[in-house]
Each structure stands twice: as structure tokens, then as C-alpha cells.
């Protein structure tokens, strides 16, 4: 019948509720112009590994031949490491990237919007309220970061988001562009400061026609997000 054995598509966890938060959360920007998915600020946090195996690779071997060096995957004890890497962008600009040192927590993100975020949205957008977006981390939604947010709705306008979901957010696609690169690196990089100094030059190298048409996909994020009436999407 020409159907073969694959594993399956990983897609956000969606319970009805997540659906029906979606689907509103499309509806309500369906109408949205491009002139003000440019006014939109995403942010985001990611963490990149020194080594990392994707389980989803397969090899094809005879028997006997499990321990032949194209038929491994290298792991090391817990513990080796990776960074965390704070990154913001819209249309107009990607923000300098920001090296986490510590675990993210409510105290460090304000920091980094206070150090970071305005001065970024004040440089691009100096005369008006803009938008910003972010993901529902638990740092995101710590009271005290919502309250600074409120104290500034003058300034910067904080985007309302829906539970588990990715796709519709663009800011997941540099984050995988990132991943992809670093894994594509021959030889990988042996620690962490090297996995640092190459994470800050992808990221710094990346392309504004890249980012840009991130942003231009919103609108077809959201269609497609409708026509499945909140489901997952292949984005």
C-alpha cells in the first residue's frame, strides 16, 4: 500500500482548552497589516548543548556491526554543559545577543529587559507605543516582570500569548537555524567557550532576508492556525 514505518511528528501537546485559546488568539490579529507585524519586537531564550545526540537518527547496519564508528552516537556523563542565550529581533533589526550566565529567573530577565530591551525599542521605535512579545516561561509571567510591564504601558505594549505554541512563534525558527548550524560544524565544538564564541557569530551573521521573512510569515501563521481551528500547524 506504499506506507512505511516513520516516527512520529513531534507537535505541541494541545488540549482542547490550548485550541480554543488559539484559535481566539488567531482571530484577534487575522486582520493585522504587515506595517504592524513590523512594530512587533520578538524575544526569546534558548539553551545550546556541547553535545547532543537527535535520537531520531537512524542507521543501517548488519549484524555484529553496532559498535563500528558510523554506527555510534557519542554521549558524555551529565553535566558537560551548553549556554543559554537571550536574542531579541524584529523587521528592522536583530538586538545584540546576551550570554546567560546564571539560571533565568524573574530578578536576572528583568536585568536583561532593563539593560537590554529599551534601549533596543527606543533606538527602533522613538516615536510611539510598540509591541513586544514574549513566550509564557515562568520567568516570563513572574509577577514583578508583569508589573514593569504595566508600569511602562506607555511605552512598549506587551502582546498576549496562547499556551503551547511554537509554531506561530518566529522567533523558535532562529533559534532552530542557530541549532542546525552548530550541529553541522566539523569538528564540534569542544567546549564551552567555544560553543560560545560560534553561537554569538551565527547569531550576528545572520541574515536580515531571513528574519524579515519571519516576520512576513505571520499572516499565513495565522491563517493556517484557523483553518485547522487551533490545531497544530506545520509551522
Avoid at 74 to 103: K, N, R
Avoid at 121 to 148: S, W
Avoid at 219 to 224: D, G, L, M
Wanted: with cysteine; net charge neutral.
Amino acid at each position: 500500500m506504499g506506507m512505511c514505518s516513520r516516527h512520529p511528528t513531534r507537535v505541541p501537546l494541545l488540549t482542547k482548552r490550548h485550541r480554543q485559546l488559539r484559535l481566539q488568539w488567531a482571530r484577534e490579529h487575522r486582520d493585522w497589516t504587515m506595517d504592524e507585524w513590523k512594530r512587533v519586537a520578538w524575544w526569546d531564550e534558548s539553551r545550546f548543548l556541547i553535545h547532543h545526540v537527535d535520537s531520531r537518527v537512524r542507521v543501517r547496519r548488519l549484524p555484529g556491526e553496532q559498535l563500528l564508528p558510523s554506527c555510534t552516537a557519542g554521549h558524555t556523563q551529565a553535566g558537560d554543559g551548553g549556554i543559554m542565550l537571550w536574542g531579541t529581533f524584529s523587521w528592522a533589526a536583530l538586538e545584540p545577543v546576551v550570554v546567560v550566565e546564571q539560571t533565568m529567573k524573574a530578578a536576572n530577565y528583568l536585568n536583561i529587559i532593563a539593560d537590554q530591551l529599551y534601549p533596543y525599542m527606543a533606538f527602533l521605535f522613538p516615536t510611539g507605543i510598540e509591541i513586544i512579545h514574549q513566550d509564557n516561561a515562568p520567568c516570563h509571567k513572574a509577577r514583578i516582570v508583569l508589573e514593569c510591564f504595566e508600569e511602562h504601558t506607555d511605552e512598549l505594549h506587551l502582546m498576549s500569548w496562547r499556551p503551547n505554541s511554537p509554531d506561530i512563534n518566529p522567533m523558535e525558527h532562529i533559534w532552530d537555524v542557530m541549532e542546525r548550524q552548530l550541529r553541522a560544524e566539523t569538528p564540534p565544538c569542544p567546549n564551552i567557550s567555544t560553543l560560545r564564541d560560534h553561537s554569538l557569530d551565527i547569531w550576528y551573521n545572520l541574515s536580515p532576508v531571513m528574519y524579515q521573512k519571519l516576520v512576513a510569515s505571520m499572516r499565513r501563521r495565522i491563517a493556517a492556525v484557523l483553518k485547522v481551528k487551533g490545531g497544530a500547524t506545520c509551522y
